[in-house]
């Protein structure tokens, strides 16, 4: 695991971009948690990483469906959003272990939602909104993960 390292998002274009690096760097599977409070572009970022993968429709918070699959070819990415959990445990109804199979690309916003119940992610990252932008920070606990997060240096 790596000390948590960061840098400024100074504005959607670039957090967008900063998904599409992460899906340039992801080969289309692993685990990227992604914490923050409402607004903070949690979305916004898997938005720039699922487009840049091929998906040329919107891309919407999964806060009322909990997740939303997209599929291109021999790659698949669920974005969950486990905002809406009561307990932890509910994780377990969504079948999210089934395709934690090293060929899918899982996002997870708000995992501390579901703690004690996930597999330790790839990489994690941590939106806070700013005065002007975001800072983006990251810790890498794989070493899938330090791949990733080569693409936010």
Not at 22 to 29: D, I, P, T, V
Not at 72 to 81: K, N, Q
Not at 89 to 111: A, K, N, Q, S
Not at 123 to 150: C, K, N
Request: aromatic share 8%; proline share 7%.
């Amino acid at each position: 695991m790596t000390a948590l390292a960061s840098r400024i998002l100074p504005d959607e274009e670039a957090t967008v971009a900063t998904g599409a690096a992460l899906a340039r760097a992801s080969g289309g599977h692993g685990v990227i948690a992604l914490h923050g409070n409402l607004g903070s572009g949690k979305t916004t970022l898997c938005r720039g990483l699922i487009r840049a993968l091929g998906h040329g429709g919107a891309v919407k918070s999964p806060t009322f469906t909990l997740v939303e699959p997209y599929d291109f070819g021999a790659t698949r990415v669920l974005h969950y959003d486990l905002y809406r959990l009561s307990d932890p445990e509910e994780v377990e109804y969504l079948g999210m272990r089934d395709f934690l199979d090293g060929r899918t690309l899982t996002l997870i916003e708000w995992p501390e939602k579901a703690a004690g119940f996930l597999p330790p992610p790839d990489l994690e990252l941590f939106l806070e909104v700013l005065p002007a932008g975001r800072r983006l920070g990251w810790q890498v606990l794989t070493p899938h993960g330090e791949r990733l997060a080569a693409a936010l240096a």
